[in-house]
DNA sequence: CGGCATCCGTGACGATACTG
DNA sequence: CAGTATCGTCACGGATGCCG
């Protein structure tokens, strides 16, 4: 009575052209999914608009994505026109990953995602990794009202990154809209601590009240650094 | 010399709590990819942005989805505190799941994926299933410059649809953005073909330009009408 | 019949070890 | 340093069964 339901259940599905793995719909979003719905893609880019980066950091910085992961979505990556794999000058003899135009123009899509976690982002759990440059999408949307362009260096506990300012952090300006580290060279100079960068990127407060309150440090004596003063 | 190779590559992984993958990281790109990384949950998003749907609906319009993932999502949708399920009146005795507001909120992420991913939408594979709602997306993209409120009906030859215009279609407003089938009561009517909904949606027509050449057939007589014929 | 639950085969994922 | 190899586990897709 039961050796019936040992049946086959399913075709021992060969020569099927293995596919890659599509939700095979012809709708923009569905397709755009296609290219970065994977586990760790969308974080690899966010990753990667910061800057070009090696492996190795890469994997530094995505604390939990397996070794063979990391490899097999650059190499999907490199694929779709998302990234490029470029050799640095001999002196280095390295490679770092970068993003192409294609792939920078995924910021829309990582400053929506962002936008919207942002009210999930409250309580910082013990297993939680922190990176400075993580808290650049919540505080460019802060910075949108700002008009001088320039560099704007960003001082928190946690470290630094800076951003782009004024039109040139627009989509579709050339260079990165932000990135690790110090910049060689900025216009100014803010030092605030992460938590403001989360409330400044809600707008539970504005730049301007939390430079009046002194919660938000100005350096610089430039354009940049007057504005953000509230000249 | 090869036996201590055997050894306990893994631990039993006993006690762990069982824990909801998540990133772990205190980003709010990461964290709103714990509510809608999975695979499948984002389009679903998708549908319910046309309002409340059924199970069974859900399914037939999702095809690949399994039974199982999609009770699976729509049960982790429903604890994330994006959809809810609703029972409809008794006479219908059937129940429906429909976004919360704050699943509402994810409209400007599948904008801006749509967005993004309009390029790669050219050629349409046989294996491309196709509805016509999804085209909501691409072409509210194109109205956003509409001034008067009010619902436009599109019929498409793969079906119909309805959007809301003017600020009743901006974020955060009640009601849906847009709908399944034919509206109860619409402002004005459109017809065109789902190829031109994915032009106009890239920008590489203008409304004006297509309702010049005819390939948009603009009916009804109230205002709304009246600005889509360019007054 | 709608709304899942169960079972199974395959593939994706995560951790670790290993190699050029 | 930058991956590849291997392995255990879990998620996914498909088919089917159950239950109100």
């Known amino acids: 009575m039961s050796r019936l339901r040992r049946m086959p259940r399913q075709q021992p599905a060969a020569s099927r052209p293995v596919r ?26 966010r990753e990667l608009l910061a800057g070009p980066r090696r492996y190795t950091d ?17 190499k999907d990556m490199e694929q779709g026109g998302l990234a490029v794999r470029r050799k640095l000058p001999p002196p280095a003899a390295a490679s770092v990953y970068e993003l192409t135009e294609r792939g920078h123009g995924l910021l829309p899509v990582l400053a929506a995602l962002a936008e919207w976690g942002a009210p999930a982002l409250t309580e910082r759990r013990p297993t939680d990794a922190v990176r400075a440059h993580w808290f650049a999408l919540p505080l460019l949307r ?40 110090p910049a060689p060279r900025p216009d100014a100079r803010i ?41």
Do not use: M, N
């Open 142 to 181: 802060a910075l949108t009202g700002l008009t001088r362009e320039g560099v704007l260096e960003v001082r928190l506990g946690e470290g630094e990154f800076h951003v782009r300012t004024g039109r040139g952090a627009a989509v579709g300006s050339e260079g990165e809209p932000y990135g690790f580290g």
């Open 58 to 74: 890469l994997h530094a910085d995505l604390p939990g994505v397996s070794t063979d992961v990391l490899a097999s979505r650059l």
């Open 191 to 231: 030092t605030l601590d992460a938590e403001l960068c989360l409330e400044l990127g809600r707008g539970d407060v504005t730049l301007a009240e939390v430079v009046k309150d002194g919660r938000i440090e100005v350096a610089g004596d430039g354009p940049l650094a007057a504005e953000l003063r509230g000249e």
């Open 20 to 45: 890659r793995r599509s939700y095979d719909q012809f709708c923009a979003s569905a397709r755009a999914l296609d290219s970065v719905g994977d586990r760790w893609t969308l974080l690899i880019v």
